[in-house]
T-cell receptor, first 114, second 113 residues
Framework: DQQVKQNSPSLSVQEGRISILNCDYTNSMFDYFLWYKKYPAEGPTFLISISSIKDKNEDGRFTVFLNKSAKHLSLHIVPSQPGDSAVYFCAARDSGGGADGLTFGKGTHLIIQP | KAGVTQTPRYLIKTRGQQVTLSCSPISGHRSVSWYQQTPGQGLQFLFEYFSETQRNKGNFPGRFSGRQFSNSRSEMNVSTLELGDSALYLC????????????FGPGTRLTVL
């Protein structure tokens, strides 16, 4: 059973517009959520994280929103740039249990159109 | 600071063989985690080492093992390779065990024939 789901395998957005990547989770014990970006032939790069005690965290063009009641988080990229084209992974951690490292979604391939 | 390094970058083995992958964390980082990435299953947690001790383990068979040395470098071993072990193996380091942000290396692409 997938505990972290990214239901859109791919997303195409025009340069300069907003990109919204979504992620759902089922484990209510998750208390930290992270987004990673991955280019081909490279390891994932940490982008931004959010603790479950917050509902928003912002870092430059990247903002993550967390809706605990809906067990949903989203990553907003504004404005989208060509270099943002990559696979984005949502990840979650139960820091109290600590047993399972990070649990990742299967990723969304974001394509920024010129 | 240099990033996480993994060697080798590419490896081809045959079924039944064993393989050892190496990971050097970011200088000063003491926690190393290993992940397996496959197209069907995505990124899955294998295990985490901190101060030469395995702290956490994912749901993988005993053929997958690892260790960490006093300099925080880590190795992962897979014995009796199966075709399904073909994957990208990623190593991630963090400053301490349980630190949320993990920094990934480029991975080792293992192909089992």
């Amino acid at each position: 059973d997938q505990q972290v789901k990214q239901n859109s395998p791919s997303l195409s957005v025009q340069e300069g517009r907003i990109s919204i990547l979504n992620c759902d989770y089922t484990n209510s014990m998750f208390d930290y959520f992270l987004w990673y970006k991955k280019y081909p032939a490279e390891g994932p790069t940490f982008l931004i994280s959010i603790s479950s005690i917050k509902d928003k965290n912002e870092d430059g063009r990247f903002t993550v929103f967390l809706n605990k009641s809906a067990k949903h988080l989203s990553l907003h990229i504004v404005p989208s740039q060509p270099g943002d084209s990559a696979v984005y992974f949502c990840a979650a951690r139960d820091s109290g249990g600590g047993a399972d490292g990070l649990t990742f979604g299967k990723g969304t391939h974001l394509i920024i159109q010129p | 600071k240099a990033g996480v390094t993994q060697t080798p970058r590419y490896l081809i083995k045959t079924r039944g063989q064993q393989v050892t992958l190496s990971c050097s964390p970011i200088s000063g980082h003491r926690s190393v985690s290993w992940y397996q990435q496959t197209p069907g299953q995505g990124l899955q947690f294998l295990f985490e080492y901190f101060s030469e001790t395995q702290r956490n383990k994912g749901n993988f068979p005993g053929r997958f093992s690892g260790r960490q040395f006093s300099n925080s470098r880590s190795e992962m071993n897979v014995s009796t390779l199966e075709l399904g072990d073909s994957a990208l193996y990623l190593c991630a380091s963090s400053a301490t065990s349980g630190r949320i942000e993990q920094f990934f290396g480029p991975g080792t692409r293992l192909t089992v024939l």
